[in-house]
């Protein structure tokens, strides 16, 4: 169980640090703007790591990714309908029809990123001793 733990706390990581240097990089995000997400990205990596070991057994490791996507679909409804996370970042109201799409992207993005998910639980369990 600690592979996939760990696997899904390292993705998460990895990709914490590469969405901060892209805020950075954009030009007019203030920390104003962005703070809320700087905030739910802290709780990230465990919440990924949680939600690794909340993953039925027969889907490990192969359907890591589809885990990962319905993930992706809750982190989006949730970002982008509760907590308004565009309109707060962007400064502008996104109509329904383009938070919709910001729930399409990031469950694309999160299927993406479980499937590195995938390989880092699987080279963790073949590193593991005793196996």
Do not use: H
């Not at 696997?7 to 240097?21: E, H, Q, T």
């Not at 910001?102 to 499937?115: E, R, S």
Request: hydrophobic share 60%.
């Amino acid at each position: 169980m600690f592979p996939r733990f760990a696997a899904g706390c390292a993705i998460a990581s990895m990709a914490i640090a590469l969405g901060a240097l892209v805020m950075v990089l954009t030009p007019g995000l203030t920390f104003e703007r962005i703070y809320p997400l700087t905030i739910i990205w802290c709780m990230a990596p465990l919440a990924w790591g949680v939600w690794a070991l909340l993953a039925p057994a027969t889907w490990v490791p192969q359907r890591l990714p589809l885990w990962g996507a319905i993930l992706g679909l809750m982190a989006g409804l949730l970002a982008a309908y509760v907590l308004n996370m565009p309109s707060r970042v962007l400064g502008e109201t996104l109509s329904v029809a383009g938070r919709a799409v910001v729930v399409v992207v990031l469950t694309v993005f999160y299927y993406v990123l479980w499937m590195l998910v995938r390989v880092a639980c699987r080279a963790l369990t073949s590193a593991t001793p005793g196996r």
